[in-house]
């Protein structure tokens, strides 16, 4: 009895400890952005165009079909983006009194403020 309880407890901290490893690895992944409500964005990311409106990058992560990839929406709430409503290949994210329009294509990440 002893034992299964021993290798259950080292099972589980494996587990936890392989979860906490990776949101620290993807974390490492995203960088903040200066000008644009410190949103992160993926290091791999090319920016392409910046307005005043917001910032537009290639990402080959991007798709239209599903989105932006898991890791990147535990980066946007890491760092305190809550998730609102989708319509098409748009995502609204708030944090405070701050709104952004996350537009994810085929290989295309757009960023825009939202007033």
Same mark, same amino acid.
């Given at each position: 009895? @002893?034992? &299964?309880?021993?290798?259950?407890?080292?099972?589980?901290?494996?587990?936890?400890? #392989?979860? %906490?490893?990776?949101?620290?690895? *993807?974390? $490492?992944?995203?960088?903040?952005?200066?000008?644009?409500?410190?949103? +992160? =964005?993926?290091?791999?990311? @090319?920016? =392409?165009?910046? *307005?005043?409106?917001? &910032?537009?990058?290639?990402? $080959?992560?991007? $798709?239209?079909? *599903?989105?932006? +990839?898991? #890791?990147?929406?535990?980066?946007?709430?890491?760092? #305190?983006?809550?998730?609102?409503?989708?319509?098409?290949?748009? =995502?609204?994210?708030? @944090?405070?009194?701050? @709104? %952004?329009? =996350?537009?994810?294509?085929? &290989?295309?990440?757009? %960023?825009?403020?939202? *007033?």
């Amino acid at each position: 009895m @002893k034992e &299964k309880i021993g290798w259950t407890l080292a099972i589980a901290a494996l587990l936890i400890g #392989g979860g %906490i490893i990776y949101y620290f690895i *993807n974390l $490492s992944l995203y960088e903040t952005t200066e000008g644009l409500y410190e949103v +992160p =964005v993926p290091k791999n990311a @090319k920016l =392409v165009m910046e *307005n005043e409106h917001g &910032k537009n990058y290639e990402w $080959s992560r991007a $798709s239209e079909e *599903n989105g932006i +990839p898991y #890791g990147y929406e535990l980066a946007l709430k890491a760092n #305190g983006w809550k998730k609102g409503e989708r319509e098409g290949a748009s =995502v609204f994210y708030t @944090k405070g009194q701050q @709104k %952004i329009d =996350v537009i994810s294509t085929t &290989k295309h990440l757009d %960023i825009l403020r939202v *007033n």
